[in-house]
């Protein structure tokens, strides 16, 4: 970190400080290591640190295995404009199931799963928020 050269009652120091923790000092002095403290108060700053929690960078979706129905939620808000099944039609996975407008784009929801469309919960022109049950596949 930093070096100084000392000189006491004649003789040459050479004190290189290595690490600093409150007011302990890790230095080496002319090769040889010791842990100082120095005798002194140790200020506080007057910006205190922010500590806060951990934040979420993506969404984890679980899937349910074995209990036979499978939720289609809208990821982004937006509006329906085309249910492309109704109920009781048998999809495969990859097939589409709604268009919707989000930001100003159009985005088309697929089957993750084969089955059958057991209900759909929203109408065209229907507005839906994040999260929102479109529809269930069974």
């Known amino acids: 970190m930093k070096s100084y050269k000392f000189k006491i009652q004649g003789h040459e120091y ?17 090769g040889t290591p ?11 700053t007057k910006t205190p ?4 929690s951990a934040v979420a960078t993506h969404k984890v979706i679980e899937k349910t295995e074995g209990s036979g129905a499978s ?17 009781g039609d048998q999809v495969k996975a990859g097939d589409q199931l709604i268009k ?3 930001m100003k784009m159009e985005n088309i929801l697929t089957a ?11 109408n065209l022109g229907d507005t839906i928020i ?9």
């Open 100 to 102: 919707y407008e989000a």
């Open 34 to 44: 010791y842990t100082v403290e120095l005798d002194r108060e140790i200020k506080q």
């Open 49 to 52: 640190t922010l500590v806060r």
């Open 130 to 138: 994040q999260d929102q049950l479109i529809m269930q596949i069974k």
């Open 71 to 87: 939720d289609v939620k809208c990821p982004l808000p937006g509006i329906i404009l085309n249910i492309f099944v109704k109920e």
């Open 112 to 122: 993750e799963k084969s089955g059958t469309i057991s209900s759909i919960k929203v």
């Open 14 to 30: 050479e004190v290189e400080i290595k690490n600093t923790e409150g007011n302990i000092f890790d230095i080496e002095v002319n």
